[in-house]
């Protein structure tokens, strides 16, 4: 029989609820320059305004939030969630980020992975989407390496470090994920 790993956790990762101790951590990696570019974030946050962010979160039910720790130390390096879930047509949306001391690890992509192994194994999804920024192609490397493909481009949709830039549209059907 073959073993699979529990339905949060990846070979690398494990994606949990946010705990009370993780929001000062979570909010200083998210408030790095580089790392705000990357989600669209014009300015840092205090650390009320992280806690609202997920207050507000647990109070959405198209929302599931989640605190993405390393394996190996329990540490905690990022988020992900799925957002604007749809029962109908059994679609969600996919965010992420990861802190930049953790950048080029593969822990963002096993994130991704499990959080869509997730997504299609427990909630029944059907398809999952997500944006990239031009001026990320590292994520856009990430999301391909779970199988994520290209649907489209929009031009100057996102205005990052003071310039406009395109963004695509990356889409993940259940039969494509890399497992």
Known sequence: MEEHAP?????LVRLRAHEPADIPTLNDLINDPEVGEGLGMLMPQAV??????LEMGEKDPSRSI???ERLEGRVPIG???????EAAPRTAVLGIWVGKPYWGQGLGTDAVRTLCRFGF???????IELTV???NPRAKRAYEKVGFV???RRRRSEFVDGRHVDSSLM??????LVR
């Open 150 to 152: 290209v649907e489209g």
């Open 121 to 127: 194994d427990h909630m029944n999804l059907q398809r």
């Open 171 to 176: 889409g993940l059907l259940a039969e494509e």
């Open 48 to 53: 009320s305004g992280y806690k609202a962010f």
């Open 66 to 68: 989640f605190v993405i």
């Open 133 to 135: 920024f031009g001026t």
């Open 79 to 85: 988020g992900c969630s799925f957002f604007n879930i």
């Open 7 to 11: 339905a949060l956790q990846g070979t």
